[in-house]
C-alpha cells in the first residue's frame, strides 16, 4: 500500500511541477517528485539508484531554481485553488492504475558483494558520464542567457 500512495504522490507532483506558473513552485513540486521516485527505488532495493537519484536531482534543481529565479517574469495572479485541486484530482485518476494492477517485480542481477563505485563505474559509466554532460550543458546554457542579458541591460 505504501508503494502504492508514493505512486500517486509521484504522479500528482509531477503533474503539479507541468501545470503550475510559478517558476518556485513549479520547481518544488520537481523536488518532491525526485524525493518519491528515490524512496520509490529504496524501498524496491534499488539503494544505488535512489542515491545517484537524489545526487543527479539536487544538482538538477540547484540549477532550475537559479534559472527559474533570474530568468522568470513575476505573475500578478497566479492560477485559482481551484483549478490547482483539479488538475491534483485528475493526476490521482491518472494514476489509479497503479493502485489497483500490479507489475511483476524482477529480481537484480547483482551480488550483494557489491560495493557503490564497483556497480556505477563496472556497469553505468557511460550513463554516468552522459548525466553529467547533460547538467554542465544546461548550467553552460544559463550561464551564457544571463550573460547575454546582463550584457543587453548595460
Known amino acids: 500500500m ?37 524512496v520509490l527505488y529504496a524501498i ?40 490547482i485541486f483539479s488538475v491534483a484530482l485528475l493526476a490521482v485518476v ?8 500490479s507489475v511483476a517485480v524482477m529480481p537484480a542481477n547483482v551480488s550483494p558483494g557489491f560495493s557503490f563505485a564497483d556497480a556505477l563505474w563496472s556497469f553505468r559509466a557511460l550513463d554516468v558520464i552522459l548525466q553529467g554532460l547533460v547538467i554542465m550543458t544546461v548550467a553552460l546554457g544559463i550561464a551564457i542567457v544571463l550573460y547575454e542579458q546582463k550584457a543587453g541591460e548595460s
Open 2 to 38: 505504501l508503494v502504492e500512495l508514493l505512486a500517486v504522490g509521484l504522479v500528482v507532483s509531477a503533474c503539479l511541477a507541468i501545470y503550475l506558473d510559478e517558476a518556485v513552485c513549479s520547481i518544488a513540486s520537481l523536488a518532491c517528485m525526485f524525493i518519491l521516485m528515490a
Open 44 to 83: 524496491n532495493d534499488a539503494v544505488f539508484v535512489a542515491v545517484f537519484q537524489l545526487a543527479v536531482s539536487a544538482g538538477t534543481l540547484a540549477v532550475l531554481f537559479l534559472a527559474g529565479e533570474m530568468l522568470s517574469e513575476k505573475l500578478e495572479k497566479g492560477k485559482s485553488l481551484r483549478k
Open 94 to 101: 491518472l494514476s489509479l492504475p497503479s493502485i489497483f494492477l
